[in-house]
């Protein structure tokens, strides 16, 4: 069982920048695949990121490639988005989530945090 909580959503203005923050409780923290995704108002749910057990290999959505830096820091048991040069249709709720595989696919991610809100103005 992993229990994440996100953290550091908040009002930022377009161009700015934000950190968000996932923190793990369980020991197994290292075997699992993290990743983000974000749900707009009116929108699906949308892949944003992810990161395997290592570090070692990403993957962004489009939309972030370039703005957005996934990390993990496994004695910490966190994981850190970090989103430059924000947009307003980067407004949503960031879900952090852990997974067994490397994928896009939220069905592969079988722990979800509460969500943090991102709200970018113009």
């Known amino acids: 069982q992993v229990q994440l909580v996100e953290s550091g959503g908040k009002l930022v203005q377009a161009g700015g920048s934000l950190r968000l923050s996932c923190t793990a409780s369980?020991?197994?923290?290292?075997?699992?695949?993290m990743g983000w995704f974000r749900r707009a108002p009116g929108k699906e749910r949308e892949f944003v990121a992810a990161?395997?057990?290592?570090?070692?290999?990403?993957d962004y959505a489009d939309s972030v490639k370039g703005r957005f830096t996934l990390s993990r820091d496994n004695a910490k048991t966190t994981v850190s988005l970090q989103m430059n040069s924000l947009k307003p249709e980067d407004t949503a709720v960031y879900y952090c989530?852990?997974?067994?595989?490397?994928?896009?696919?939220?069905?592969?991610?079988?722990?979800w945090g509460q969500g943090t809100q991102v709200t970018v103005s113009s």
């Open positions: 989530a852990a997974g067994p595989r490397f994928s896009i696919s939220p069905t592969w991610f079988d722990y």
């Open positions: 369980g020991r197994t923290f290292n075997t699992y695949v």
């Open positions: 990161i395997d057990w290592s570090g070692g290999t990403t």
